[in-house]
């Protein structure tokens, strides 16, 4: 099992999406310790080393077949080729994403921009108009905290372009295994902030033996 643990909180002390994400892979790696397939962890921190922007350069390279691009245009696309070779290494990706006016940080963003990409992670067929997503066969769990309660389903869920962003995106490419856990209220008092964190606590530990 090969675990990509993506992190975009720009904050490192104290962040819930991080703390939250180590407490729901200590849980897994010990509930899958006697597998007979030993577990790999790899870790991209978008947060604290966002991946760099495309460029009008790795636009043209990314459109362009490979044997027609130029040692710039390979170097331009060379971080995106790293990121999406590692994301399809894995076949269990967790995403720390805390939410940044109501959808996710910049640095996932910039991140999801050089890992979405033609004929690496989708295809288009023409022909048809159909689109067809190259990373099948994978699972996301998606580790979201927000200060005030955007929970979808509940009254100003509709707010919320966190998780439909992400469940859209992830299935274009297709990932269809998705679950999201929400840490709302993080700026409430602290009862209910404890709360939430405990109930994500526990939806973390029920899903770490099956996941
Ligand atoms: C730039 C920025 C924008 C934010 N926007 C929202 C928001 O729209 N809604 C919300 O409930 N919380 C918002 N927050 C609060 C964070 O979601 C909250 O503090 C969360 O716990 C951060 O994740 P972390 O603890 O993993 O760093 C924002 C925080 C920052 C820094």
Redesign the pocket.
């Known amino acids: 099992m090969k675990l990509l643990e993506i992190q975009s909180?720009?904050?490192e002390a104290?962040?819930?999406?991080?703390d939250l994400s180590q407490v729901f892979i200590q849980a897994w790696q010990q509930a899958h310790d006697a597998s007979p397939s030993p577990i790999e962890h790899r870790k991209r921190d978008v947060g604290l080393t966002p991946p760099a922007h495309p460029t009008a350069l790795w636009t043209q390279a990314n459109y362009l077949p490979p044997e027609s691009r130029s040692p710039e245009m390979l170097q331009a696309l060379s971080e995106s080729e790293t990121l999406i070779e590692e994301l399809l290494w894995a076949d269990h990706l967790l995403f720390?994403v805390?939410?940044?006016?109501?959808s996710v940080?910049a640095t996932l963003k910039a991140y999801i921009d050089n890992v979405v990409r033609i004929n690496r992670t989708f295809a288009f067929d023409p022909s048809n108009h159909r689109y067809q997503g190259l990373a099948s066969g994978r699972k996301a769990l998606i580790i979201t905290?927000?200060?005030?309660d955007?929970v979808v389903g509940t009254p100003l869920g509709h707010l919320n372009f966190c998780d439909s962003y992400l469940r859209s995106l992830l299935g274009f490419i297709g990932i269809e295994d998705i679950t999201v856990v929400a840490?709302?209220s993080?700026?409430m008092d602290d009862e209910t902030r404890q709360q939430a964190v405990a109930t994500a606590r526990a939806e973390l530990t029920a899903l770490s033996t099956g996941w």
């Open positions: 909180s720009v904050r104290g962040s819930i999406s991080r720390g805390p939410m940044y006016n109501f940080p905290p927000s200060a005030g955007f840490v709302p993080q700026f």
